[in-house]
């Protein structure tokens, strides 16, 4: 019985393992099922959430929206990210194969996700217990353009839902795209630090060169960057970016991209940048805002951040420089003659800093006579040779603050006006084979100032300066201030008078007047400038010397509204108003209003509407907008001709006097308001006026004989010789005279041009060009 037994029992003993083992094969293989469902569903879930990949075909990133001057230099330009999008061709083979090498080195192997790189990073995830990155080009590229959501703080979020969605979008980009057109869509993205994105724009910040011309090393030191560009940026840790840039170089020679040699050779070099961690102050950043505001208006911001424009501006970048130092210089000069010191607003010591190794960027480039630079007070001997003076330091050099240096400042003694430690402004007066070696005293002027330059023959705008920091404030005062115009106005009111019988030698009587004003309203009794009376001089003698009771008498006779409608054909403001005080400049305009309709006299009574943009582009190329000469007749070729006579006789003998040393054709016309709150000069030659304008933003004293021809004018000559000096080589231009223009010498020895008609009847006619015969004159001021 027992034998027969034993073999069903035997079937029993194995039998329930092998069926135990069936079903739990059964249940894992349901549980793959179900978590492959699962995942499948999440994936299809993911996969439904996520962005087109088609949206990629009209890859249009953020660039940068460019201002150009009328040599194409960049003169400013606005972006959210800063990048120029190029081909795959415009990038050297060395900085493709830097990135590839570094980067994802099996790039041109895999269809998005690098399977082994996964593996090995989840191992060493394991064993050192920190989460590395395994992700390739694509995933990069996956994350950088569709997955944002994922960002906190500028930093990707390591999740797996985004892990997961980066791996389906990579897969997705690489069925569409070709490895080439990854690589291109890749590099322009990218981000390089210091706001520049895109490996041109990064070349160009680091190298100050194109893509396509990196040499080996350089292509590998931007490759080095890309993993952690704040960190590793040359800028913010050289010695690390070039450790970073040689472990490129070996990877590059394990790629076999280089050969040993040559990886040895270039790790050997050392980096050299020639571009600027931060791009330089704009050369008009005020001509600039106003631009932008314009686009803005016009086009909305979006397109101004992101749309990459390029707006061909009518700025001359070489007279913006000029007319930068111009107005910088004058105003720090009024600054000084106030002789007050203000106190510096840093202190080194009191910000942890120390004196002997701090640095400052200004320091880095080159120093040239005239510059005014930071340098650090060191130390303020109380006694010994070097007693009441201050020892500074300028980058590497150490020299003395001697007392000629800050006399201006009415103090003895350095100890007086700084503190160990100050950060100061220095003007450069001497160097030696390039280091500052004599300097003197400076500091922000609070005064502010204006200049604008505008083409006579086409309205426009070659220069504009609207403060003198925009840092400090952006307030345009070029083109927003509406301030008195003073003498500057009398231009206006005499084109009126001659167009209404009066003639250069027309005469006033220059005596104390009492006019009545209107009801309930005190007699207007204006006064001259130096309280002092001429008798009966000409037309020419009040303009030249600024004469007030004339200006005066000349309204009255020529009828107020008749001069208000002059203002307005010379495109003033509708807002001027015909009272008596209109004659001395008491209605407001801006500095653009007054220097675009001083130029309608030397452009033959034509005033050209002063415009600042000429075309806008798109990122293709096609023109958006374009923008020519509008022609405005203000007044007859022949009265202009007249009015240009005249206001040359400024220069020559009156106000503006100082101006006849640059031996140039000049005219032009001084403005000072009572109290020397506003000190304007407005001038020109045949082809370019030039305006300036120095005042306080509100209404108070510049200071005792401030006047137009002290505080504006010297900016105005300084300005000038620049532009003189772009004219070498060339014959200086002429104001030509209408055929209805005679000239007759007057019993003065003064050549004087007529409206054929109007010139006294008893005198000779004589040939344009003829020169004056009169004793050389004594300067005035006004």
Request: hydrophobic share 40%.
């Amino acid at each position: 019985m027992s034998a027969p037994n034993a073999p069903t029992r035997q079937r029993t003993r194995t039998g329930r393992p092998r069926s135990l083992w069936r079903w739990v094969a059964l249940g894992a293989a349901f549980l793959l099922m179900a978590a492959a469902g699962a995942a499948s569903g999440v994936l299809f879930a993911m996969a439904s959430d996520l962005p087109a990949i088609s949206a990629l075909d009209d890859y249009h990133p953020s660039t940068i929206t460019r201002l150009l001057a009328r040599d194409g230099q960049v003169v400013g330009d606005y972006a959210t990210e800063r990048r120029t999008v190029v081909g795959y061709d415009d990038v050297a083979p060395a900085l493709r194969n830097a990135v590839v090498a570094t980067e994802d080195a099996g790039f041109n192997q895999h269809v998005g996700l690098s399977v082994s790189r996964i593996l090995i990073t989840a191992v060493n995830d394991v064993l050192t217990g920190r989460r590395a990155g395994a992700s390739t080009l694509t995933q990069q590229l996956a994350r950088d353009l569709f997955l944002r959501d994922y960002m906190k703080n500028g930093v990707f979020q390591r999740t797996l839902a985004r892990k997961v969605r980066e791996a389906i979008v990579a897969f997705q980009i690489e069925k569409r795209y070709t490895k080439r057109e990854i690589f291109t869509l890749y590099i322009n993205q990218i981000y390089f630090g210091h706001g520049a994105y895109g490996v041109e724009a990064a070349s160009r910040l680091y190298f100050r060169k194109a893509a396509r011309s990196l040499t080996v090393e350089e292509a590998a030191m931007l490759a080095a960057i890309i993993q952690q560009p704040e960190r590793l940026s040359p800028f913010v840790n050289r010695e690390r970016t070039l450790q970073r840039r040689n472990y490129v170089l070996q990877r590059m020679a394990e790629e076999h991209y280089l050969t040993p040699e040559d990886a040895t050779a270039a790790k050997a070099r050392p980096i050299v940048l020639r571009g600027e961690r931060a791009p330089e102050r704009s050369l008009a950043p005020y001509f600039g805002e106003d631009i932008r505001k314009q686009l803005e208006q016009r086009y909305g911001a979006k397109a101004i951040y992101e749309a990459g424009l390029t707006v061909q501006t009518t700025l001359d970048a070489t007279l913006q420089t000029a007319a930068n130092a111009a107005l910088d210089k004058g105003l720090r000069a009024l600054d000084k003659r106030r002789g007050v010191y203000r106190r510096p607003t840093r202190n080194l010591i009191t910000e942890g800093l120390t004196l002997e190794t701090v640095s400052f960027d200004r320091w880095k480039a080159p120093f040239r006579e005239g510059d005014v630079v930071p340098a650090v007070v060191l130390d303020l001997p109380a006694s010994g040779k070097e007693a009441g003076l201050a020892r500074i330091r300028i980058g590497a050099t150490q020299l003395s603050l001697t007392k000629g240096s800050f006399a201006w400042t009415r103090k003895t003694s350095a100890a007086q006006l700084l503190t160990v430690g100050d950060l100061i402004e220095v003007r450069l007066d001497k160097l030696a084979s390039g280091v500052p070696s004599g300097v003197t005293l400076d500091q922000p002027p609070v005064v502010e100032g204006a200049l604008l330059a505008i083409d006579n023959r086409t309205g426009q705008i070659r220069a504009m300066v609207g403060g003198f920091s925009f840092a400090r404030s952006k307030f345009n005062r070029a083109t927003q201030a509406h301030r008195q115009m003073g003498s500057a106005f009398k231009p206006i009111l005499y084109t009126a008078a001659i167009d209404h019988g009066f003639t250069p030698v027309s005469t006033f009587v220059d005596e104390p007047i009492s006019l009545p004003a209107g009801p309930n309203q005190p007699p207007y009794q204006p006064l001259n400038y130096d309280r002092k009376y001429e008798g009966t001089i000409t037309l020419r003698r009040a303009l030249e010397d600024s004469r007030n009771i004339p200006a005066v008498k000349a309204l009255v006779e020529t009828g107020p509204d008749t001069v208000v409608d002059y203002a307005r054909r010379f495109g003033f403001p509708e807002a001027l108003r015909p009272y008596l005080s209109l004659a001395l400049g008491s209605a407001e305009a801006t500095l653009e209003e007054v220097t675009s309709a001083y130029s309608a006299f030397p452009n033959q009574g034509v005033r050209m509407a002063p415009y600042a943009v000429i075309s806008i582009t798109d990122r293709e190329g096609n023109v958006l907008e374009e923008h020519r000469p509008e022609p405005r007749e203000a007044i007859r070729a022949d009265t202009a001709f007249v009015m240009t006579h005249l206001l040359r006789g400024v220069v020559q003998r009156g106000t503006a006097y100082a101006a006849a040393a640059l031996g140039w054709p000049l005219a032009g016309k001084t403005g000072t308001m009572d109290e020397y709150t506003d000190a304007w000069f407005v001038g020109f030659d045949p082809n370019i006026t030039v305006g300036v304008w120095v005042g306080h933003d509100e209404k108070k004293p510049l200071g005792r004989n401030e006047t137009g021809a002290q505080a504006a004018l010297p900016i105005w000559i300084e300005f000038m010789k620049a532009y003189i000096g772009t004219q070498a080589g060339t014959a200086a231009p002429r104001f030509d005279a209408p055929g209805n223009i005679v000239f007759t010498r007057l019993p003065s020895g003064l050549v004087e041009a007529f409206i054929a008609g109007t010139e006294p009847a008893d005198l000779p006619h004589v040939p344009a060009g003829t020169p004056d015969e009169l004793p050389k004159p004594a300067p005035r001021s006004h």
